[in-house]
Structures are given as structure tokens and as C-alpha cells.
């Protein structure tokens, strides 16, 4: 069983407080004077958003502070980040972070924390893997800069992905605002944000089936367009052929931000095998009845509970359920694996053929 969304919230957002305190200003150049000097006043001013202001002007917690500091060190010689910094050493996850080399924290403010019941905060806590997994999500192996936050998807440590967009100083983390940006520390970018992020959770029990490794996992899916996504696949080969059958590949590739619906193997085997060969020989029924599987916007696994939505093929698909029993359509599809992550696309894996409405 899961742990409910809240949990994994708060404990995600401790974890990026503690790396947020780290990171904030950049390494001075040295002064003539045998100690290394401060950063400069332009270095400085890199940092961007409203929560910057409540950063200390002097000291250790300082952005000039933090500069000096590995991002956990740093972390814990800011107040505003001392939730975040208690779930980092509960984890386990200081010397790990202290010894990682320019990688990238988001890092949930106390605010965010202070949304979380103290009881769900508590239970996240003492589940040093669940706790484990949801503040390495927060974190991504490499340096992210303000201009590549713009349209980005990362790794994060957790093996999963997180997606930045925005412009000037404005970005958001998934759901999250950054509200103060570009802070540095000895090894670290810092982004504080002002939610707590949610590692994406697949459900449902096709979701075994899928393979733990290799370009056709879930960690593998992230990286690459649907399309390209499902082809690494092997329950959903019947798909990718069809897909290709349409010359839809490149059109799906290219999307940005969609859902899609995605028959299994099985579900194209309930067609008759005359009636299948006779779809797949006619192009223009075939991309009607493939694009009527894709929604061109994100759906949730909270928009499936009772929801309608328009198609890529310009029809309604209309979802009901609650909890992981979901169906889509009124023919009764079920989804069977959900919320898959490619690079350009929400994945609801359903065991059977969706058919567009006749007009």
C-alpha cells in the first residue's frame, strides 16, 4: 500500500529545506590577504525571487554564508530551513549530500512544511526509505541554471524526473513557485520553493509487468517521448505498431504536456482478428481511432475521479473511479497501470480498445 499523498509531501519538502539553507552564494575570488574573501556584490545579486529577503543578511545562513558551506552544512546554519535539515539527518542523507559535486537542490520552505499534519509529517519520518526517496526527489545530479529552467525535465536522485517551466523570474518546479532561485553553495544550485514536491507514483496491477530496468522501465520511459517510450515496451508492442501503421510516431514524439490512454497487448487481442487487420489496413479509421486515445493536456489521477475530456481526435472521453480503480470511456476500459511518466506525456495503461463515438 502506498502512503497517502500528504506524507510523502511532507516529508519531501524537509528534505529540500535542509538543502536549500545550504545553497546560496557563489565562491569568492580570493583577496590579496592570505583568507579567501567573500563573494562579490554582483555575484550576489544572481539570486532572485520574493522568499530572498528573508534569507539573513550576515553570517553563516547568509547567502554569502552559504557559499562557503557543502549544501547540507549550509543548510543547517539557516533557521528558515531547520525542518528540512532535521529529515535530512533522519534519513541519513548529510554526508551524501555534503560529498555530491554540483548538483541541484529544490528545497521546500518551512511554510510549505507547516501545511503538512504534524501526524502525516511523523509516520514520513520514521520510514527512512519512504523519507529517503521523497528528499532525493527534490534533488538532480547536475547543475541546473535559471535559463535551462525555462522548459526542462531532470533526474533527480530518487531514479525518477522532475519538469521546470517559466521565464524572467518566474519558474515553477512541477506545481511548485520558486520564490527564491539561484542560490549557491560550496557543491550545490539551490531553488527554494514553496510546495513540497511529490514523487510520481505509478498504481494498478498491470504496473508489475512492467520491466524494473532498461529503456522500457519507468525510469526509462521518463527519458523519452511516448512514442519512442512505448516502443521500448514489450506490453504495448501492439500499440507501437499500430501507431506507426498511422505515421503518428513523429506527431506524438512532438507533442507537449498530453495523456494518453494506452491499450495493452491484450486489449488488442479482444478484437477479431479480420476486423483488427481491417482497421490497421485503413489509415484515416485507424489515426481516429489512435489520436481519440490522447487528451492534448496533462489529466491527473485526481481529473480521472469524474472527469470528460476532449480528444486530440476532437471527441469527449469521459473517466470515473476513485482511489487506483479507474475507468475511461463508456465502454468500461480499466486502467491498469497509471500515472507513467514519459518526457512529453502522462501514461494511463487500460485493458481495452477505446472506440469513438459513431457520428
Keep these: 500500500m502506498r502512503l497517502p499523498r500528504k506524507a510523502v509531501v ?7 529545506m535542509a538543502l536549500a539553507a545550504c545553497g546560496n552564494s557563489t565562491t569568492a575570488a580570493p583577496a590579496a590577504q592570505p583568507s579567501p574573501a567573500p563573494p562579490s556584490t554582483s555575484a550576489m545579486a544572481s539570486q532572485f525571487g520574493p522568499a530572498c529577503g528573508a534569507v539573513p543578511k550576515e553570517g553563516a545562513g ?19 530551513l531547520s525542518t528540512l535539515v532535521a529529515a535530512v539527518k533522519q534519513a541519513g542523507l548529510v554526508d551524501t549530500l555534503n560529498g555530491a559535486k554540483d548538483i541541484t537542490v529544490f528545497a521546500p520552505t518551512n511554510d510549505a512544511f ?19 526517496k521523497i528528499l532525493t526527489h527534490h534533488v538532480v545530479g547536475k547543475t541546473v541554471t535559471p535559463t535551462d529552467l525555462s522548459s526542462g525535465t531532470f533526474d533527480t536522485l530518487a531514479k525518477d524526473t522532475v519538469t521546470t517551466s517559466g521565464s524572467g523570474d518566474s519558474f515553477k518546479v512541477d506545481n511548485a513557485n520558486v520564490v527564491c532561485g539561484n542560490v549557491k553553495t560550496a557543491n550545490a544550485t539551490v531553488y527554494i520553493v514553496d510546495s513540497v514536491l511529490i514523487p510520481a507514483e505509478q498504481f494498478g496491477p498491470a504496473c508489475s ?33 499500430a501507431v506507426k501503421q498511422a505515421g503518428l510516431v513523429d506527431t506524438l514524439n512532438g507533442l507537449k504536456g498530453v495523456t494518453v490512454f494506452a491499450p495493452t497487448n491484450d486489449a488488442f ?27 492534448g493536456k496533462t489529466v491527473t489521477p485526481t481529473d480521472l475521479a469524474n472527469g470528460s475530456f476532449d480528444t486530440v481526435e476532437k471527441g469527449k472521453l469521459t473517466t470515473m473511479g476513485s482511489g487506483t480503480d479507474f475507468t475511461v470511456g463508456t465502454g468500461g476500459a480499466k486502467v491498469v497501470c497509471g500515472n507513467v511518466k514519459t518526457a512529453n506525456a502522462t501514461v494511463y495503461i487500460i485493458d481495452s480498445v477505446l472506440m469513438p463515438p459513431a457520428n
Design 209 to 241: 509487468a512492467v520491466p524494473k530496468d532498461g529503456a522500457g522501465s519507468f525510469q526509462g520511459m521518463a527519458q523519452d517521448p511516448v512514442a519512442t517510450a512505448a516502443s521500448n515496451n514489450p506490453v504495448l508492442s501492439t500499440l507501437v505498431a
Design 62 to 80: 547568509s547567502f554569502q554564508g552559504m557559499a562557503q558551506d557543502p549544501v547540507a552544512t549550509a543548510a543547517s546554519n539557516n533557521p528558515v
Design 269 to 295: 487481442a479482444k478484437i477479431p482478428k479480420a476486423d483488427l487487420d481491417k482497421v490497421l489496413a485503413d489509415k484515416a479509421t485507424l489515426t481516429k481511432i489512435l489520436t481519440y486515445h490522447v487528451v
Design 114 to 132: 507547516a501545511k503538512i499534519p504534524k501526524a502525516t509529517l511523523d509516520k514520513v519520518l520514521a520510514d527512512k526509505a519512504t523519507l529517503t
Design 10 to 16: 511532507v516529508v519531501g519538502g524537509f528534505a529540500l
